[in-house]
């Protein structure tokens, strides 16, 4: 069977905070995690499952030259008004907003924040 999973790759060690911030702000479980060997550190990969959406997460075991950037993003809709709020706030903590909440006419609560970790999030209200 084929399948399609976001896949989430961090540097400098950060994933174990990451998963633990995208966990904590969905009610997720880690499906599955396997630390690097030493002497690397951090997480090998880790499957996290997050109202359903299976995402991929690892700490780079090689230094690159990019990392995350808003033109690839992770679209939520959201339950209810509130869920959004609180999604805007927790994920948008020491991160960036890229569009505050509001009324942007294709969607009344519609907004996007990158966390503090440079993944881009857009939280929507359908």
Same mark, same amino acid.
């Given at each position: 069977?084929?399948t399609?999973?976001?896949f989430?790759?961090?540097?400098?060690?950060?994933?174990q905070?990451a998963?633990?911030?995208?966990v904590?702000a969905?009610?997720?479980?880690?499906?599955?995690?396997?630390?690097?060997?030493?002497p690397?550190?951090?997480?090998?990969?880790?499957?996290?499952?997050l109202?359903g959406?299976r995402? !991929?997460?690892s %700490?780079? @075991?090689?230094?690159?030259g990019f990392?995350?950037t808003p033109s690839? &993003?992770?679209?939520?809709?959201c +339950?209810?008004r509130?869920e959004?709020?609180?999604l805007?706030?927790? !994920?948008?903590a %020491?991160g @960036?907003?890229?569009?505050p909440?509001?009324d942007y006419?294709?969607s &009344?609560?519609f907004?996007?924040? +990158?966390?503090r970790?440079?993944?881009?999030w857009?939280?929507?209200?359908?």
């Open positions: 069977m084929t399609i999973r976001p989430l790759m961090f540097q400098g060690g950060v994933a905070a998963t633990d911030l995208y904590s969905f009610g997720g479980t880690v499906v599955a995690s396997t630390p690097h060997a030493p690397q550190s951090g997480i090998q990969l880790a499957e996290l499952d109202k959406q995402v !991929l997460v %700490d780079s @075991a090689v230094d690159h990392d995350f690839t &993003s992770l679209f939520v809709d +339950a209810d509130a959004l709020e609180r805007v706030q927790t !994920l948008g %020491d @960036a907003t890229l569009m909440l509001g006419g294709f &009344s609560a907004a996007w924040v +990158a966390d970790f440079g993944v881009s857009q939280l929507n209200l359908p």
